[in-house]
């Protein structure tokens, strides 16, 4: 019986969505945007930004869904937590990608001297949560 309820517990916890500020960045080569010019840069690092702003928060929410429902299901009734639907989706694989691609664009960034002072998707996210 013990092990059963440890195999539920392993299982209800497996299936909670990860915190998006512990998804670790993909590694995409700096040298898919070798021939992009400052300006192509640039532009490319405010989209991925605003795009990696966007699917954090949309993380964050259903992180913070997922908490809710497992200390509801915790105290009320167990069972209920078979039936968790989080878990890491394809937003949490396109967030690391983004990261990934964001570090790419850096590094050719610094390789040609750009001044480009973009903020890394770390920065913009927590800089959104302070606003709000």
Do not use: H
């Not at 209920?80 to 690391?96: I, K, Q, R, S, V």
């Not at 990261?99 to 390789?111: D, M, P, T, V, Y």
């Amino acid at each position: 019986m013990k092990k059963i309820a440890m195999l539920a517990c392993a299982s209800t916890l497996a299936a909670c969505a990860s915190n998006p500020d512990k998804i670790d960045a993909a590694y995409v080569s700096p040298l898919t945007y070798k021939d992009y010019d400052c300006d192509q840069i640039a532009l490319e690092m405010e989209y991925v930004g605003q795009r990696t702003n966007t699917i954090y928060q949309n993380l964050k929410a259903e992180r913070n869904a997922d908490n809710w429902q497992m200390g509801i299901g915790l105290v009320l009734f167990w069972p209920t937590l078979f039936l968790l639907e989080g878990g890491d989706g394809p937003e949490a694989a396109e967030y690391a990608q983004l990261k990934g691609i964001f570090e790419a664009l850096r590094s050719n960034s610094i390789q040609k001297k750009c001044a480009i002072t973009a903020k890394s998707p770390e920065d913009n996210t927590s800089d959104s949560f302070i606003q709000l």
